[in-house]
Every structure is written in C-alpha cells, then in structure tokens.
C-alpha cells in the first residue's frame, strides 16, 4: 500500500486534480487517474511522476517503457515525453513539476549546465525508495495547513532527487553541429505560434522541402512541426488560463479553432481539462 500513515490531513482541498505548493508556488502538483494518450510534449520544469495505481507505457526521448504501480519517473526539463493506456486499462498517477534550478542548486555540474539536463533511465526501481516520502509530500500538499512540514517534505524531496540523480542516468546537453535552417525554422514556428502559418511556406522559407523540413525537425526536437506547435500553444494557454482568462478567449488567443480543440490538446498535455487547471491555486 503506497499510502503513508505519517501525515495528518487537515482541511483537505475540494478534490482538485492540480494545484501549487503553497509555500513555493512556482511548484505545481497533479494528481488523477487516466485512460487517454499524452501526445508528445515538453515541459519548461522537470516533472517527477509516481504510479499509483496500473501500469502505463511511457515514451521518453523515443524509447519506450513500461511504468508499473510504485515507480517513479524523472523527466527532465525540454525532455519529450509523452504516455499511453495499456489495452484500454487506466492508471493513476501524481506527478510533481519542479524548476530545474531547485535541483540545480545542490550540484555544481547540473548549475553549469543551466539545469537542461535530460536523463537516460528515467524509471527509477520497483517500488522506488522515495515512494513514501513522495507520497507524504503529496498529500501534505493538498491541505491548507501543515505548511512548515510541507516545504520540509519538499526540502527532503528534492535533496533525495540531487542525492540520487546518477541513478536516473543524467545527460548534460547535447553540443554539436547545429543546422541553421532547423532552427530558424522553430524561430519562424515560434514567432507564430498562434497564426495559422503553413508548413509549406515555413519550409520554402527554410529551403527545405516539406517533407525534409518535416523529418529533419523531428529527429533534432523529437518531434514534428505541428506536434511542436501544438505542444507549444497549450503551454502558453495554461500561463493565460492561471490568469483568470475566459476558456473560449485562451483558446482563440493561442490559436486553436475553438473551446474544444483547446480542450483536447490541453489535456493530452497536463491531464486536466483547461477549466480543472484554471481553478488551480
């Protein structure tokens, strides 16, 4: 049984599926179960994922995994990523999103390396050590009080990650020869990230063919174009959404053809809905 006897919950939060540290708000926790897909997408944080419950195939930087109740994955910051139900099964999971410099300040080599790191075994063990205290963390969390046990949980937490973090098979960032036109493709892809801009017209302004810009963006990012900009347009809805602005507004201000189509691609992303994330504290 994952759950700890340790923590006494007080003033339990009205069962919301995400919601911010309180002490540190630029930390963020999720928790729910699921039976949907989670296209390939990035995050600008680090994301520590527990499976509480069912087992679900994980894709991290191309390679597949399958994530079993009471282990833990740790997914670094641009890492791709992305998961899938097992024949039609559900899963639950609570996950926690973190700034790569809470890490980054415990080690001098992930501080040189911006904190962009990315990590080659990502699954950590079966159950994995940290379970209970991750747990603990968790459910402090979703209370309004026991803040002081709550930022020491998390202290521990984190220290744990820094502790152990050769475990998860950490990469400093590639360095290499950078192609010109991939990235003044994805500056193009950015800079009009909420227009309707065609592929075509990005890729003769590149001097690629479609299907060579298509191929050629996917092997340096991991993943297509469109997947990038799709990705890439949840993640400014969500900072739109903390701001108390109406659903439909977000969803025509960042480009998607309406309330629904937000919806959809949001929450193969963040596993809520725009309107659970919106209530997020």
């Not at 670094?76 to 980054?104: C, K, M, T």
């Not at 744990?160 to 020869?177: C, E, L, Q, V, Y």
């Amino acid at each position: 049984m994952l759950r700890s006897n340790n923590v006494l919950l007080e003033k339990k939060l009205d069962n919301r599926k995400c919601w911010r540290f309180k002490t540190q708000t630029d930390v963020v926790m999720f928790h729910g179960a699921h039976d949907q897909e989670f296209i390939p997408h990035t995050h600008d944080v680090m994301t520590a994922i527990l499976v509480t419950a069912g087992t679900v195939t994980v894709t991290i930087d191309r390679v597949i995994r399958r994530v079993e109740t009471g282990q833990m994955v740790l997914v670094g910051a641009h890492q791709v990523q992305s998961a899938y139900p097992i024949d039609g099964n559900s899963w639950e999971i609570r996950s926690l999103h973190f700034p790569p410099s809470l890490l980054v300040k415990h080690d001098d080599a992930w501080r040189k390396a911006k904190g962009v790191i990315s990590f080659a075994n990502p699954v950590c063990g079966n159950p994995s050590p940290d379970v209970a205290l991750f747990y603990d963390l968790h459910r402090a969390s979703e209370t309004t009080e026991l803040l002081t046990q709550q930022e020491l949980l998390l202290q521990s937490l984190i220290q744990w990650f820094s502790a152990n973090t050769d475990s998860f098979g950490p990469r400093m960032p590639w360095i290499g020869h950078s192609d010109v036109r991939l990235e003044r493709a994805r500056h193009i892809l950015a800079s009009t990230l909420f227009e309707r801009t065609m592929l075509e017209s990005v890729a003769e302004q590149v001097g690629f063919s479609t299907h060579s810009l298509i191929r050629r963006f996917k092997e340096r990012y991991g993943l297509s174009p469109h997947a990038w900009r799709m990705q890439a347009r949840a993640g400014e809805a969500a900072k739109l959404l903390i701001e108390a602005n109406s659903i439909s507004n977000v969803a025509m201000d960042c480009g998607f053809s309406d309330q629904s189509h937000l919806t959809r691609i949001f929450k193969k992303v963040y596993g809520v809905t725009p309107g659970e994330y919106s209530l997020m504290d």
